[in-house]
Structure formats: C-alpha cells, structure tokens
C-alpha cells in the first residue's frame, strides 16, 4: 500500500493525500507538480527513475489505512544538484526502463 507521504522531498512543501500534484517514483520517493517538472525534469533525484503521478487513495479507505505522517526533506542543492543535473543529462531522452 502506497504511503501518501505528506510532503515534497525537494522544497518541502505540504501535500494532501487527495492532492493532484503528489508525483512519485517507484520506490514512494515524493515530489510536488513544480519540483517534478521543474529543477527535477521528472527524474527522481535518489533513484533516477521516471516521476509519475501519485493515485489518490479515497477518502472512506483513508479512514483505516491513513497517509503517512513522516516527512522527508532532502533538498536538491550542491553537490547533490550537480550530480542530479548530470545524471540528467546524460540520460536525457533514454527510456527509464533501459537506464
């Protein structure tokens, strides 16, 4: 079962379980819309996978089965925004499956 974490792993900001701009990767790494397709250019930063759309979980089932409540906050800075930017770059256009 999908975690629904509560925030943005890159600016931290808030989101709602039911929020349409929750993307995630495979592993659950967690990003809003603006990060996603901006400084991340829908690749996951930890991974390197492709950022999809997060499902919304409906709000009955979120009654016994709650989103998270643990938030993870690692900016995109430094270091860590060169070797992303890299990365990036070198795989730009390559299908994620075959990277």
Not at 46 to 66: D, Q, Y
Not at 72 to 94: F, M, N
């Amino acid at each position: 079962m999908l975690a629904l974490r509560p925030n943005c792993e890159c600016c931290n900001r808030d989101l709602a379980p039911d929020s349409a701009d929750a993307m995630i990767c495979s592993f659950e790494c967690t990003f809003c819309r603006d990060c996603a397709e901006g400084v991340l250019q829908n690749t996951c930063p930890n991974c390197g996978g492709e950022l999809v759309r997060r499902p919304v979980r409906p709000a009955e089932k979120r009654v016994n089965s709650p989103a998270s409540t643990e938030r993870v906050y690692k900016p995109l800075t430094g270091a860590r925004l060169e070797k992303h930017a890299a990365y990036v770059s070198r795989y730009r256009g390559i299908d994620p499956a075959k990277r």
